[in-house]
């Protein structure tokens, strides 16, 4: 799974080449930026863990035929592809936007981590119940499972920006659902890594 995360971004640094002057300070404060990641974030936290690898067996045919399409949905935590599409076409297009506003193409994962995704403005999107801790152990996991968080979220903005530029809806749709499986495979690996080092310090 980490090596189709890998592959997502890369695909997007791929399509969309690089930019610069990012109006990164705006950025996250934008609240249509705001709002793409809360969605993001819901349907990331609506997946069971167990259904991630029913979502892969989808998209590793690299094609998807109309019952499919149902499948990955409700593995998605969505109703139906109805439901699914209109959720794309929503993030789509405010994706277009935010390039548009900001430039994004071929945005640096890791400068959007740090500068964006780890900020008090968004972090808490990503994090809505932080534990806190008094001794220094714990306080380093916490530390990690942050780091952790922020830079798979990061990859993840990255690797949709990607999936956006390509043309054809089918392709689009299973580049986003493969970006979404590894994000939650790989956000679970963070709390699950977070839980073995707290373990660690008892």
Known sequence: MK????????????????AFGQDLNALK?????????????????????????KIR???????????EKEDLSKYLGFENFEGYSVFLMEQ???????QADYSLE?????VLATEVIASPEIYPIIDTSPQTFGDECSKSCVKTN????????????????GCAAIDSFGVGLLCHAAVQAAAIAELSECDNQQGVCLRGCK
């Open 3 to 18: 090596n189709l995360f890998k592959f997502a971004c890369i695909l997007s640094l791929l399509i969309t080449g690089f």
């Open 29 to 53: 404060k934008d609240q249509t930026f705001i709002d793409y990641l809360k969605k993001e974030i819901e349907v990331i936290n609506k997946v069971n863990p167990e259904d991630i690898i």
């Open 57 to 67: 067996s989808v998209i590793d045919d690299k094609v998807i035929s109309e019952n």
């Open 92 to 98: 789509h297009v405010a994706l277009r936007k935010l």
């Open 106 to 110: 071929g945005i640096d994962p890791n």
């Open 146 to 161: 942050r780091n952790c968080l922020v830079k798979t979220t990061a990859l993840a903005v990255v690797s949709h920006i």
